[in-house]
Structure formats: C-alpha cells, structure tokens
C-alpha cells in the first residue's frame, strides 16, 4: 500500500496521542532516538488511514496524502469527471456551489453522489428483501473495511459486498453511462483512497481540506451561493435521499424510509465503533441485527478527519436536516405497489445487482504473543507483580499494560515508553546517587581532616624553618668571627719571630685548614640560606593550595 498517513519526526513530541486515539493496534511504531527523545511512525501495511491522528495531533506530526496537487496539474489537459459527495454542502454550505461551477468551468463534468448512495440503498434493500445476504456490516465507510480486513477478517462474511455510494456511482457512469474519463472524487475522507486504490475504480481523491488549501495559496476566489438552496444542475441526475448518507445513521434512515421493520443498530466513532466490531466478532450469529450501520467519524462524514470544516456539528446537522426536507421534496413515489418509490422502480428495471459488488482482500493477523514472551516483556518493563502489570495508566497511549507489552512484543514499542519502567529505572538511579553521595561525603570528610593535618604539618614545618634561618644566621656570624680570629692568629705566628719555625709553620697549616673548613661552613651555611627561601617559597605555595582544595570541599560536602 502507498503511504498516506505520513509523520514529521521533527514535530514529533511522544506524547502517545496517536497512539491513544488510533483503533488500529499495529500501525503505530514507537521508538526511542539516540537523543532519548520517543518518535512515533506509521506501519503503512497496517495503518486504516482513519485520520483520526491527524486529527488528534496538536503538534502538527501527523498529516495525509491525497492526490489534489496531481489532479489540479491535470485538469488543463483532461476532461475530467467531477463526482461530488453529499459532504460538501455541509462543509462548505455557501460556496459549494460555487466550487463546483469552478470545476465546470475548468471542463469538468460535474456528477451527484447522492445518486449512488440512492443506488447503494436500493441495492441493499433488493439483497436483503431477497435473502441473498445474510445479517450484514455495511461498508460506505473505507477505514471501517480497511479495520475488517486487517484485524478481524471472518467478519468479512457480514461485511456487505454492496459498493459504496461513491463506488455505486462510479459503476453507474461507467457501465451504464458509458463513460470513460477520469474520475476525481471531491470527499472528507482519507481513508477513501485505500478504497479506490482496492478497486481500480477512481483516480484521484481530492479532499476538501487539501483543496481549500489549494486554493488558498492559489488565490482562487470562490463565491457564495445561498446557504438554503441544496439543488444543482448536475450533468446527470441529482440524488435524492441519499444526500444524508454522511450524517451517522444516513444509511440506516434510508433503509427506514422503504422498510421500517429492517432491524438496524448503528455505531460511529473510533472509541466506540471498533471495540463493538470487536464484540460483533465474537458474538453468535443470531445476536447480530440484520443491519450493522457503522461508520469510524463519529459524527459522519460531514466532520470527517479531511474535511477542514469550521462547521460545529449542530451546523453540519442543521445542513443536513435542510438537506433531507429537499431531496424529499424531489422524491416521487407512485399510487401503485403501495405508493413504492419510482427512481428505485427505475433501478429495478435497468440496473443488476451484481453489477454493485465487490470482494474483499483479507490479511493475515498478527500472531497473538505467548504468556511466556509476554512474561519477559513485563520483566523488561520493570513489571515484576501482578498490580504492576495491571496498572493501566494508559500513558504509552495502550488501554491496557498488556496492550502495551503485545505491542513491544510485536516491535511496535519499548519498554523505555513504559512509565512504570521508568520510575523504577529512576529509583534505581536515585538509589545508585544517594549511596555515591554518601561514599563521597566519606571520602569529602577524610579529606578535610588530611588537609587540615597537612596544614599543621606545613605549620611546624615553617616554625622549623623560621628556626633553621635564625640558626643559620648566627652559624654564619660566628664562623665569620672566628675566621677572622684564626685569621689574626695565622698573620701574628707569621710575623712572629719568637717561634720555632717548624711549630710556627705546622700551626699556620692547621690554622689555615681549620680557616677553609670554616670557610666551607659558611659557604654551607649560605647555600641552606638559599634552599630554606626555596623551600619558603614552595611551603607558601603548597598552603594557598590547599586552601583552595579546603574551599572546595567544603563547597561539595555544602551541595
């Protein structure tokens, strides 16, 4: 399947709202980035193109494809068929005429819907009434097929193999019209692609979001119509009822207004029409009512995820009701066979069913997880009890922690999403820090106390010095006087002439050895002078050091 929900990473914040609205279980896949941010991309093979993320995500992540852009580039060229779905007068209910003349005046031909929802209703009655069919889902809605076919396909034996009002339509211009141009669909829908692409039987969905855009950023002024009148000279026949097909329950009320006793349960929207197919599935044939009208918006299609109205749903409503009084007004019903309607009379003798079915391709399910794995995943995810694997917090966007492990399971996430996981991952951390502080705020205090120990150390040690240095001094003093006296007593013996020569000369020697040892003492003396200012120096620059290592343990044992 081409890719049509697409996400923008960088916009993309985690915080698991697709993932939270998305009825479909395996088209979200959740991974953590090396930045440690949570980035959630779409499975294309399992994704329904819902829309109900785009229209959910408030960080403009999530947006669709549709095929405005290549069928506005072709429409000088060809001749194209303009098919308009009932929606646009509840979405635009002052200018869709006017979008529409815009078309027709590009060369377009422009047709009803309407006409086949008329189709899509006589055919399902003419089913039913016949017992060709048995209890039935019905299918104008493509991401309900889309659901059915991927997620619980034994439900295709209901899912009615009636065509759409769009595909009934389509058939109509093409079998029996004759018809072969292009055909562009102007619809709310997104999802409607993945149908068209299963069919092969329209070109291009244009959206009514991406079309406004379109022209908006073109500068095409549309001009407005009167917001009461809901006819227009269509190139074929305008529909009747089924004008309210978009409205919840349009197709049911169109089965009511030929055959009230049809026994029909309706549903819509995403939190409550899935799980119910889901209840539908596992339910015994004989609960199921003959009808099953669903529809994934829950207001209809008139709100639809690309539809860009500004419209509240009592507006669209409103449209809606007015819609209906004038498709009835236009209905004609003759006095024969019980006042039965002549356009379905009118199909009963032109039309075959079974020109209006289609079939279906199922996928195969994903295989259900083991306790067993499962287990592991839960101990991966920190989740070691039975309250921790029941605590349902729904913050990864899953209804339930087993929801959230089949998914991580499947690859679809991670235990890092898990909020459980990770609390325990930061108590562990805290737990891990808190014993670092401690073992740091040990090592800060030995610290302080050997620092304070070499601070008295350096203490005596200087007093040491101070002494060496007054010692030195008076060494220095001393040897210098009694060097000049050994001095004196050298030159006194010399000149002396009283004295035995020999003892004068063996005395001045001994003098004069004794002069150069003093001497050396002083030169000693000097150079401990010199070391101990050295050492001075070195002591001063030791204690500012460890002043500044003081101060900055003190600050760390503070934090």
């Known amino acids: 399947m081409n890719e049509i929900i697409i996400v923008k ?19 979200n896949i959740t991974k953590m980035l090396n930045d440690g941010r949570f980035v959630t991309t779409v499975d294309p093979e399992r994704c329904i193109t819902c829309g109900e993320c785009v229209r959910t995500c ?3 992540a999530r947006d669709y494809l549709d095929d405005t852009e290549i069928f506005m580039s072709k429409l000088s060229r060809e001749k194209m068929i303009v098919l308009a779905t009932p929606a646009i007068k509840s979405v635009f209910p002052t200018q869709w005429k006017g979008i529409l003349d815009f078309f027709r005046n590009k060369g377009c031909i422009i047709m009803d819907v309407s006409f086949g929802a008329d189709i899509c209703t006589w055919a399902h009655l003419r089913a039913v009434e016949a017992k060709k069919v048995g209890n039935l889902i019905t299918q104008p809605c493509a991401a309900i097929v889309k659901y059915i076919e991927i997620y619980q396909p034994r439900l295709l034996r209901n899912l009615s193999p009636i065509h ?17 141009n292009p055909i ?39 001009p407005s119509n009167s917001v009461h009148d809901f006819e227009y000279p269509f190139d074929d026949q305008q529909g009747q009822v089924g004008a309210v097909y978009p409205r919840p329950g349009g197709l049911r009320d169109n089965l009511w207004l030929h055959n009230p006793d049809i026994n029909i349960t309706t549903s819509e929207g995403v939190h ?62 003759g006095i024969f066979r019980g006042g039965e309607d002549r356009l379905f009379r009118k199909f009963d003798e032109e039309l075959r069913i079974s020109d209006f079915m289609r079939s279906y391709k199922p996928m195969n399910p994903s295989p259900v997880p083991t306790e067993k794995q499962l287990d592991v995943v839960y101990k991966s995810m920190g989740k070691h009890s039975e309250a921790d694997r029941n605590y349902n917090c729904h913050a990864c966007g899953y209804r339930s922690c087993r929801e959230m492990a089949i998914a991580i399971c499947r690859g679809l996430n991670t235990p890092d999403n898990c909020i459980v996981h990770a609390k325990s991952v930061l108590v562990a951390r805290h737990s891990e820090l808190a014993t670092q502080h401690e073992k740091l705020a040990e090592i800060t205090s030995e610290c302080l106390s050997l620092s304070d120990r070499l601070k008295n150390d350096i203490k005596q040690i200087t007093e040491s010095m101070a002494n060496i240095d ?56 000097n150079t401990t002078n010199a070391s101990t200012e050295i050492i001075k120096k070195s002591i001063s620059e030791i204690t500012k050091l460890i002043d500044e290592i003081n101060a900055t343990l003190h600050k760390a044992e503070n934090n």
């Open 470 to 525: 007054q010692s030195t001094s008076k060494t220095s003093q001393r040897a210098g006087q009694v060097n000049m006296l050994l001095s004196n007593i050298v030159t006194f013996c010399n000149s002396n002439t009283s004295m035995d020569e020999a003892s004068v000369k063996q005395m001045v020697s001994i003098l004069q050895t004794t002069i150069k040892a003093f001497g050396a003492l002083d030169d000693n003396v």
């Open 184 to 222: 562009a669909v102007l619809s709310p829908c997104i999802a409607k692609k993945t149908e068209f692409m299963e069919t092969g039987i329209v070109e291009y969905n244009v959206t009514f979001n991406k079309l406004k855009e379109y022209l908006e950023r073109n500068d095409i002024n549309i």
């Open 9 to 27: 990473p960088e916009k993309c914040v985690g915080c698991n709202a697709c993932v939270r609205n998305c009825p479909a279980p395996e088209a």
């Open 58 to 60: 408030n960080h403009g």
């Open 164 to 180: 759409s009002p769009i595909a009934c339509a389509v058939t109509y211009i093409k079998k029996y019209m004759h018809r072969t």
């Open 272 to 333: 409550k029409v899935y799980p119910e197919l889901d209840m539908y599935a596992n339910m015994p044939e004989y609960k199921h009512p003959e009808v099953f009208d669903v529809l994934s918006c829950e207001f209809g299609c008139n709100v639809g995820p690309a539809s860009g109205t500004s419209q509240t749903v009592f507006d669209v409503m409103a449209t809606m009701r007015e819609v209906e009084k004038e498709a009835k007004k236009r209905r004609k019903t």
